[in-house]
């Protein structure tokens, strides 16, 4: 996954509530983005590539009052050659408050600045939807799960000659497994 992605996420997943004081700490117990997903789930999802079990993001960060808990995790599937493998990676919001949460409306509009155009996903709650931030050589698949007022989840994954169909419909499985949870 390269930098720049995993940036725009974080970016976006700070959105409000005290994201200026950006801190690298552990995410509060009980908030751990690599628990949330199963490599099993991904392996069911991205058949027959079979994944690894999540490597925590950099920016872990610890929520207060007024700032969010924020936790990524990120999965690579084992194959034989660099183009066999697949990333996903999950980054995972919960607001302090429901006054603090990201909007599904708020969230659009920041893909719309960064000249994506968001699609609905249907089955996956209110406001559920996905882009693609890269282009077609580089294809940047994020699907945006929102689970009450509070917690934003994004799932992407991206690479060379990915095939944006099966990618959203592989997140959106593995979205599915997530939304019940």
Known sequence: MRPSWRRTLSMLALVGAGAGTAATALAAPGWDACAMIKPAELDAAFAPRRFEP??????????????????????????ATAKENLTVSLLARRAPSDATGVTPAAARAG????????????????????????????????????????EWLILGSSGKRLDVKSTVEGLTKTARSLAGR
Do not use: M
């Open 54 to 79: 999540g490597t925590p993001g950099k920016q872990q960060v610890a929520g207060t009052s007024t700032l969010a808990t924020v936790s990524s995790c990120t999965f690579v599937s084992r194959g």
């Open 111 to 150: 893909a719309v600045q960064l000249k994506a155009s968001p699609a609905d996903v249907s089955g996956l709650g209110e406001g559920a939807y996905w882009v693609n931030l890269g282009s077609a050589s580089f294809p940047v698949v994020e699907l945006n799960l929102f689970r009450g007022k509070r």
